[in-house]
């Protein structure tokens, strides 16, 4: 008898050898369960044609059509043999749209043969824009006959096509064929819904739900499926952080009071303003957790230049008060020096305890990072053994093992999105018992994300920004239509500086990266290839030289050396640099009140929450911000509306859900927390909320029962797979 369960069985014995390896390889698919997992992104129905005119750039995509055109071109090459080579240009249309495909030299025969005029097919490959029309080049396709007896009836005689997520090595046709071979395999799928859940909110069991995602025959079956799948990725996802959660609440945690007029209060009366509203409700409740004996989790939301920084500084204070450390962790060098910087500013004599001239309640902040001199950090690491050390503020390096703490009360950590849950616990086992953990995030995330993503953690939004910020205007500068805009781009930079202000210009890429010489071989086909991402060296080169002669203008990128990157920083702060050429290195924490402008080059090329947060580094002074978003998409493209989005709103709540709706449900927060992006498969998190919300009850009165799972074998095998997926992905992150 066969022990593996049929859903756990290798791909590559049930497949072959190839198709598994590409399957592994480039799907992330291993086992019979996971390609059953593995969903239709969509459905073709024949006689029915996809939107061309809708088609992403840039990524794989499946196209149902019929040939309308069909031309075969000789064109003088030095490659080809007889010094003829040949271009085969079809026109494929659907109604909507058109759209051209390109196949050259010895792979023009077949398909001049087979596509035909009136031909309708299936093709597969990557859209490009190519003399500003959209093509493909090279697809590989697959003729919809219908009518030819060898095609097996059952891969046809469903009217609707599963078309699959898919890569160039394998196309979406050749995945359906793969799960007809698996499809008997779903009878022996374990339900992870507790019956009495499923019976009640009448969905179909989990056999039904896969057999009707893969081989519907009506719409109302694909209905039924996805509502099904949702529900099981919802509630497995809620069950484990509603465990967690239950677990975290067993864990017992030192209460930490502030004394009455103790180093908070003498803060607090250094401080040149008042706490907005909204900064003393996440106050109190911050504070409310920090009374209480089980450890704080709690999420702090906040827009760029909410304050947040004061918000859990004064947390810290609380902690230190308390007699307990506070840590606050960064996700790179700059920032942390940075937050280092801005903390001991704010404090002022309150930062040096143990020194003359130090106020009585003082106490010492120290930075720790990975590339500090030995002294230094041998003292930073007795500072805070000894505990003369109340607040430290580091990156990473803090959880090495090596650093010890005298009494860690509170951990606070900025952008939670580059923090896993591992790292996480590292950093509570430094504690006696469990600290507090207060997770800051600039990134605004709709309710339904916050539950699904940082669902084992309480939330606080800081929504009103601080007064005295200025409104930043944002617009668009099409390039490529209209050029003579992004010049006056570059003169509007000048009038900033004429203007004693300074300004940022953002570049996706840095531009030492090693020529590969297979690169360089350009070949008629590579014609079809777009330009790489403007680089921050190439583009400080042309601006010095050119539109910006005359200011001083400086680089900034994540390869340097970090003294360089701080000594850069330093200059722009002091306001010794007019303009900033730099990546995304600005994007989290770089706060200089005098850069009133930005100009983000190729803007197509970063997500709405990334644009977002870098066109918050302008406007933090008195001084209105400006931010001008350079792109040669065309019009109509879906990166231009995604453009046009940023630059009609400064609400990041708004622009979250627009990104959210935009991108591929699966990818939640870009590089989001591990694990919970890669187990949404048909979840959708901005519609679904009340499915998810729905799912955090259920999940958290089944827990409250039975934190075991007894008696549910199936539910403790879908959490152990979500589990392992979202620790192999930690462990790939390093």
Known sequence: MDLVPALEEPLKKVLGPATAKVMAEHLGLHTVGDLLHHYPRRYEERGQLTHLADLPMDEHVTVVAMVADARLHTFASSKAPRGKGQRLEVTITDGSGRLQLVFFGNGVHKPH??????????????????????????????????????????????????????????????????????LPSVQEALDPLPPALREGRGLVSLPEALLKIHRPHTKADI????????????????????????????????????????????????????????????????????????????????????????????????????GGQAAMLAPTEVLAQQHHRSITEMMGELAEGGMLGGAEHATKVVLLTGSMGTAARRQAMLDLVTGDAGLVIGTHALIEDKVQFHDLGLVVVDEQHRFGVEQRDALRGKGKQPPHLLVMTATPIPRT????????????????????????????????????????AWERVREEVGNGHQAYVVCPRIGDEEDDPKKARKTAEDEAEKRPPLAVLDIADHLAKGPLTGLRVEVLHGRMHPDDKDAVMRRFAAGDTDVLVATTVIEVGVNVPNATAMVIMDADRFGVSQLHQLRGRVGRGSAAGL????????????????????????????????????RR??????????????????????????????????????????????DLPGLRTALDALLDEEREQFLEKG
């Open 223 to 322: 209905e039924d499926a996805r509502a099904r799948l949702k529900w099981d990725e919802a509630f497995v996802l809620q069950v484990a952080l509603a465990r967690r959660r239950h677990t975290d609440a067993l864990l017992p945690a030192v209460a930490r009071r502030p004394s009455p007029d103790g180093l908070l209060t003498a803060f607090d009366d250094r401080l040149p303003f008042t706490l907005t509203g909204g900064q003393q409700k996440v106050s109190k409740e911050i504070f409310d957790d920090l009374a209480t004996e089980h450890p704080m989790h709690r999420l702090l939301q906040g827009e760029v230049g909410s304050g947040k920084t004061l918000v859990a500084l004064r947390a810290m204070l609380a902690v230190v008060d308390a």
């Open 449 to 488: 994300v916050a539950m699904t993503v940082f669902g084992d953690l309480e939330t606080s939004v800081l929504d009103q920004l601080p007064a005295g910020r200025s409104p930043i205007a944002t617009h668009v500068v099409p390039a490529a239509d209209k050029p003579h805009f992004l010049a006056r």
């Open 627 to 662: 931010c001008l978003l350079v792109t040669e998409m065309p019009e109509a493209s879906p990166a231009r509306q995604r453009l046009t989005a940023v630059a009609s709103t400064l609400d990041g709540f708004e622009l979250s859900r627009i990104d959210l709706e935009q």
């Open 113 to 182: 043969k087979e596509l035909l005029p009136g031909t309708r097919a299936m093709f597969a490959g990557k859209a490009s824009v190519f003399n500003r029309r959209l093509q493909l080049a090279h697809p590989a396709y697959e003729l919809l006959r219908g009518d030819d007896p060898a095609e097996s009836v059952e891969t046809w005689a469903g009217t609707l096509i599963p078309l699959y997520p898919a890569t160039a090595k394998l196309e979406s046709w050749k995945i359906g064929k793969a799960l007809q071979t698996v």
């Open 665 to 710: 449900e699966g990818d939640v927060l870009g590089q989001a927390q591990s694990g919970a992006r890669s187990s949404l498969r048909v979840l959708a998190v901005i519609e679904d909320e009340e499915i998810i919300a729905e799912a955090r009850e259920e999940a958290t009165a089944l827990v409250a029962k039975d934190p075991e799972l007894t």
